[in-house]
């Protein structure tokens, strides 16, 4: 199991070199070429929602980014340190996974909750097996695509 792990800075310059880092790792794991755009743009969101979630909350920690390739499946999760809800988890199929129900958001924070609840739906509408989990020391979203076997690359 081949392991590469990211940090940067939450700074939204730096979400374009993780999606080049997600694909070139994916790409040599063995995803398929044509699957490589949604890698790309699911980590890119996933990332930006994170920045975005730093930023907001005035978090200086730089947001995480593994990339793992087992044996049939590339996965990819995406942390953040952003404080949700205990024991807060679900999967992507409902858009509104980290939301909070009992917040009451006004304002800015409307905004805020409805953009991270774009994200979510966009990230499920790229990847088919995602699950979103949020607790008192951060939220990760985790993704997996299957792969087609070892690469052949050096």
């Not at 929602?49 to 044996?71: D, I, K, S």
């Amino acid at each position: 199991m081949a392991t590469v792990e990211l940090r940067f800075s939450a700074q939204p310059e730096h979400v374009r070199t993780a999606r080049l880092v997600a694909a070139a790792v994916a790409r040599r794991a063995g995803v398929e070429e044509a699957v490589l755009d949604e890698v790309r743009l699911a980590v890119g969101e996933a990332c930006s929602r994170a920045v975005g979630l730093h930023r907001g909350n005035g978090l200086t920690a730089p947001v995480r980014v593994v990339l793992t390739e087992e044996e049939k499946v590339f996965s990819i999760e995406v942390g953040d340190e952003v404080p949700g809800p205990p024991g807060g988890t679900g999967t992507s199929s409902s858009a509104d996974a980290d939301a909070d129900p009992d917040s009451a958001a006004v304002g800015d924070a409307d905004v805020t909750d409805t953009e991270d609840e774009m994200s979510l739906a966009v990230i499920s509408g790229l990847v088919d097996d995602v699950e979103v989990t949020s607790g008192e020391s951060g939220g990760v979203i985790r993704m997996s695509w299957p792969t087609t076997g070892a690469s052949e690359l050096p």
